[in-house]
């Protein structure tokens, strides 16, 4: 049956590249021994008190003016209380009823082209928990707190996704720009960027909402998209075969690719929100807000409708190219060494460069050719020094050793024919040599023309200039 | 407002509070009697009060720098704690 | 003959000065009182009589040099509520009863570093939640004005110490009376600072909204020496207050005709005791001789304090106790049989029976379908007290009345009854829910028991409040007074 339309919501939690946690000093790097980075404050030991890191607060306002949101002059902090050992206070400072961030939107492109807005509909500033080991210590957990009060924005969407690839489209658009506007790594590995979706289907045409599921903590694409993928379709068969949606939370097992019950024997949640007293309302005023406006940079929208109307890019090309901040820096380093050129450039960013980088399985930024490399071999094709073909193998030797394109050419002696009567002799010789097909092609048969093309290549190392060729074989060639 | 057993069983366990079996009528008794004089509030006019959180008003949040000051103290902070292997906390097992 | 013990903790700081006696010396003669006094009165947790010598000797050095301000080598006591770096700090709990602090509180910090010698931590209500001082997992503290009586909560260890001489002047934290209540029944002057006038940073947190540390002393005068060490602003408490602490020993003798006093018309209801009303007015009379003006006040929103209190306070300690979880520090049960066990026995053999009612009253009124009926609507009528106190301070420069309903109880009449026992602060709960700064001074005995009386001023006014409460005392002798058997 094909009657059911699929409801998704998404909360993202991004991890704010902060050097310090959000209410005290010690710092956020990942990676350290166990509770060596965990202070008084992060330890909640009797006495302390929270105090907000106003760069977590730049942050969380700079991704709001990224999203056309409402950025509110009065936010309040909250208390979320339960208790769970990796919760060091039996309480998460949140907010709840007044947010830093509400209302924004965000618009992905689906994958026929067509574009859709979805809303968002809060983010709010919140801390992280620690972690809970559970590798065997007799039978016991061990709880490091290393990443308790680690800044967090939670990102809540509305619930306006259609289907997972439609969630996957917005997390990575999403991703994108967290990491455009520099606040946060978005690494999904390390946790650092991570979301909850919440699933429910409901008949075609129905205007309630069907029963939601919320899946917790998925940390990569492929996760969520096969995550929904199997709760839409358990739900779906739940539903057909008469049964009923329970609310609840569950947890996906990529293993065996399904989505589980969190069953948990204690209470329903009562997580008892109130406002933190410890913390005062945090008042944002028009100078704040405009001076974080101004750290702004070039969104990625806007860096991709520039690259179409300024550089004549395709805007699929456009859309790869400023997937990445890094992306897009690297390929305008390339565009402003070689002057130009920005299509010839776009295609060897996205193939040779591109290919070699996923080879490598290392960032744009950790490229062993850096753009001025890049540029200087374009440089080389651009002005016919090289043809396409023969670029490609100094590329593959610059990837392997430092030298500058002009080093590896000259080295080579990869320099292109573009000398007339030297192209012509190598002709005379290739004619004379296979006096079999010379007949041949003078009697009709065209097709040779490409073996002549062959053989003059062959006979320079693939060194001439492939126009000169084709244009001074058609001359000898006809006689 | 007068609480069964079964309510202070579950604020009890919201709590993490483990009752005997001879305190809870105590409990019963003692949070019913709290929670009836507390109405008293009901009788107040406070319909366009705005809440107050905080005994100083017009006081607003305090931004600190992000700077990183603390160094690992973890020796000592741990010296209190019940039960540590290889610097983690040790609790009975988590199951999620 | 005068002993070191007569005197109060301003003439002591001018004897050090003068080298009439080394820090050593009176640190020594106040640790020989606690160790034959204590035994009776339970008014101390620890007694830390070696870091006392050294940190005493560390302050004779800096007398000899002529360095540091008025306050070195005086010896003070510490509520069991303030963190002390390397000390037990119990809060008064069995939950806290294996804690040693790896960090000073901010109030320890900066009164060691004005030179101030702590003698020990004092006993206290458990985690401050107590009237009577019963609730400590330490045992009672007897009032050395008559041992079969409570010397009042939470700081009754703080306030018995200094009541029986053991030691010059305390440290206490007030929430709902904690400073005020024990001074008035112990025959101290308890000052309650404003509200952020005094870091909360290291100190036990009960109710965050609420909590203020200050002294308990024998003289404003005091009080003015160990408030201006003290007081000012802290980067690491949100909710301190960054504006300049003034010279608060300088304003003692500004002369009090024109004063305006709002004599607060709610606390001379049918629960004050005849007696009591009696003092109090006749320490309204004394002002009035002084040149002051009565002026009747009424805060109609005031009788609704005390519910409201019950409702704000219990909220934000279920929250600010769930830390107390036997995973990082503190008590952890036997042999937990799973994660829920630990919890709920760590915490139930771990907290007292008053902390487990609080915590349990205020996890019901935040919990779903209760929020607003209760917390919200307590939240209102708090800015309904505020707002009383706001308009009476339109007429008038202080407002004064009584601070207890009674003198000093005898121990375990109300234990049983916590509704009873949470009258007991009737009085003085209104200025902590308003964030009000307020002095309570003894105006009198009834009996052998002291009776106290309220000053209760605006936001930041600890001056003003320390110069009437020193006005008063130099005409009387009340807070000269010293219980039978600690002359």
């Known amino acids: 049956m094909s009657s059911w339309e699929t409801v998704i919501g998404l909360e993202i939690h991004a991890q704010l590249a902060t050097k310090s946690k959000i209410f005290s000093s010690s710092a956020t790097a990942y990676g350290a021994p166990p509770n060596a980075q965990a202070n008084l404050v992060d330890l909640g030991y009797p006495g302390v008190l929270p105090v907000l890191n106003r760069e977590a607060v730049r942050m969380a306002v700079k991704f709001g003016l990224a999203v056309d949101a409402t950025i509110s002059r009065r936010s309040v902090f909250a208390r979320k209380n339960y208790f769970y050992p990796d919760l060091p206070k039996g309480y998460q400072i949140s907010q709840y009823e007044k947010p830093i961030v509400e209302k924004g939107r965000l618009e992905i492109v689906l994958e026929d082209g067509s574009r859709k807005t979805i809303g968002i509909t809060r983010a709010h500033l919140e801390e992280d928990a620690g972690k809970s080991l559970h590798e065997d210590f007799q039978g016991l957990s061990g709880i490091d707190l290393n990443r308790a009060g680690t800044p967090l924005l939670e990102i809540v969407s509305e619930p306006d996704m259609r289907s997972a690839k439609e969630a996957v489209a917005y997390m990575k658009k999403i991703h994108t720009l967290v990491r455009y506007l520099e606040i946060c790594d978005g690494n999904m590995q390390e946790g650092s960027f991570r979301c909850d979706a919440n699933v429910s289907v409901r008949p075609a045409g129905q205007e309630k909402f069907g029963t939601r599921c919320e899946i917790k903590n998925l940390n990569s694409f492929r996760f ?39 069953r948990s024997k204690e209470e329903a949640n009562d997580y008892r929100y109130f406002p933190d007293p410890d913390l005062l309302p945090v008042a944002l005023d028009d100078e704040f807000i405009e001076s974080v406006r101004g750290t702004l940079p070039e969104l990625p929208d806007e860096k991709a409708a520039r690259y179409v109307e300024k550089f004549g890019l395709s805007d699929y090309d456009a859309g790869v190219l400023t997937a990445s901040r890094e992306m897009g820096d690297y390929y305008e380093a390339v565009v402003a060494k070689l002057g130009g050129h920005e299509k010839l450039a776009a295609n060897w960013v996205m193939g040779e460069l591109s290919a070699a980088l996923n080879k490598e399985g290392v960032e744009i930024t950790a490229s062993r050719i850096d753009p001025t490399r890049l540029a200087g071999l374009l440089a080389r094709i651009v002005d016919e020094t090289i043809s396409g073909k023969i670029a490609k193998d100094v590329f593959e030797q610059m990837w392997s050793d430092d030298k500058d394109a002009d080093a590896i050419i000259e080295a080579k002696g990869l320099k292109q024919i573009t000398d007339t009567s030297a192209i012509e002799k190598v002709v005379d010789d290739v004619m004379a040599a296979n006096p079999k097909q010379l007949a041949e092609y003078r009697s009709g048969k065209d097709k040779l023309f490409g073996f002549f093309v062959g053989q003059v290549m062959k006979a320079t190392g693939g060194k001439a200039n492939p126009a000169q060729v084709n244009e001074i074989l058609k001359k000898r060639l006809t006689g | 407002m007068s609480l069964t057993r079964q309510d202070v069983e579950n604020i009890a366990l919201l709590a993490r509070l483990s009752i005997s079996e001879a305190e809870l009528p105590v409990y019963v008794d003692s949070l019913s009697k709290i929670l009836s004089f507390v109405e008293q509030l009901n009788g107040a006019d406070t319909g366009h009060v705005e809440p107050m959180a905080h005994p100083l008003a017009d006081q607003v949040q305090r931004l600190r720098d992000d700077v990183v000051l603390e160094e690992d103290r973890r020796e000592k902070y741990q010296r209190n704690a019940p039960r540590v292997e290889a610097g983690l906390y040790l609790v009975p097992k988590v199951i999620e | 003959m005068t002993e070191l013990h ?8 001018a004897g050090l000065r003068a080298r009439r006696f080394s820090s050593v010396e009176l640190v020594t003669h106040f640790l020989a009182r606690i160790e034959r006094s204590n035994p009776e009165l339970n008014a101390f947790i620890t007694v830390t009589a070696e870091e006392a010598l050294r940190a005493a000797e560390a302050a004779d050095k800096r007398l000899a040099a002529g360095e540091g301000g008025p306050l070195v080598g005086v010896p003070i006591a510490h509520k069991d509520i303030f963190c002390t770096d390397g000390v037990l700090t119990t809060c008064g709990s069995r939950m806290l009863s294996n804690f040693v602090s790896p960090y000073d509180a901010t109030v320890v910090e900066r009164l060691a570093r004005a030179g101030v010698v702590t003698l020990g931590k004092a006993n206290m209500d458990e985690f401050a939640m107590g009237s009577s001082n019963e609730t400590s997992w330490y045992g009672p503290v007897k009032n050395p004005w008559d041992p079969k009586k409570v010397p009042g909560g939470s700081s009754g260890g703080s306030a018995a110490a200094v009541a029986a001489r053991l030691a010059p002047a305390a440290t206490g934290t007030d929430t709902g009376g904690s400073i005020l209540q024990p001074a008035a029944l112990t025959g101290l002057t308890g000052l309650k600072p404003t509200y952020g006038r005094v870091s909360r940073y290291g100190m036990i947190a009960f109710a965050s909204s609420l909590d203020q540390a200050g002294t308990l002393t024998y003289t404003a005068e005091d009080a003015a020496l160990l408030l201006g060490a003290m007081a000012g602003f802290d980067e690491r408490d949100s909710t301190s207050v960054d504006t300049p602490v003034p010279d608060y020993a300088a304003a003692l003798d500004q002369p009090l005709a ?52 019950y409702v704000v306070a219990p909220a934000e300690c279920s929250s600010n106790l769930s830390r107390f979880d036997g995973v990082r520090f503190g008590y952890r049960c036997e042999n937990p049989a799973d994660l829920l066990d630990m919890y709920t026995r760590s915490r139930g053999e771990g907290f007292g029976a008053e902390v487990k009612r609080r915590i349990m009253t205020g996890t019901y009124v935040l919990s779903a379908g209760y929020y607003d009926a209760y917390y919200l609507k307590a939240q209102k009528v708090r800015r309904l007290i505020a707002d009383d106190f706001v308009r009476a301070f339109a007429r008038v420069d202080v407002l004064m009345g009584p601070t207890s309903p009674t003198p000093a109880f005898d121990i375990g009449a109300k234990v049983d009854d916590p509704i009873t026992m949470y009258l007991n602060d009737i009085y003085t709960i209104g200025a902590n829910l308003a964030g009000l700064p307020a002095v309570s001074i003894p105006c009198g005995f009834v009996g052998q028991l002291p009776v106290g009386l309220q000053i209760i001023g605006p936001h930041f006014a600890e001056a003003k409040l320390l110069n009437v409460a020193h006005g008063y005392q130099r005409e009387t002798d009340w807070h000269k007074r010293i219980p039978r058997g600690y002359e």
Not at chain 1, 239 to 259: A, N
Not at chain 3, 6 to 13: I, K
């Open chain 3, 6 to 13: 007569h005197h109060t903790l301003a003439e002591l700081a």
């Open chain 1, 224 to 262: 969520i998209e096969r995550a929904i993928n199997y709760e839409v379709a358990r739900q779906i068969d739940v539903l057909e075969s008469g049964g009923t949606i329970r609310q609840e939370t569950r947890l996906y097992d990529p293993d065996k690719g399904e989505t589980r019950s969190l």
């Open chain 3, 258 to 309: 024109g004063l305006k006093i709002g004599v607060l018309k709610e606390f001379f209801d049918k629960g004050l005791e005849e007696s009591s009303a009696t003092l109090v007015r006749e320490a309204l009379a004394q002002y009035e001789r002084l040149g002051a003006t009565l002026i009747e006040v009424s805060l109609p929103s005031l009788p609704l304090s005390v519910p409201t209190y």
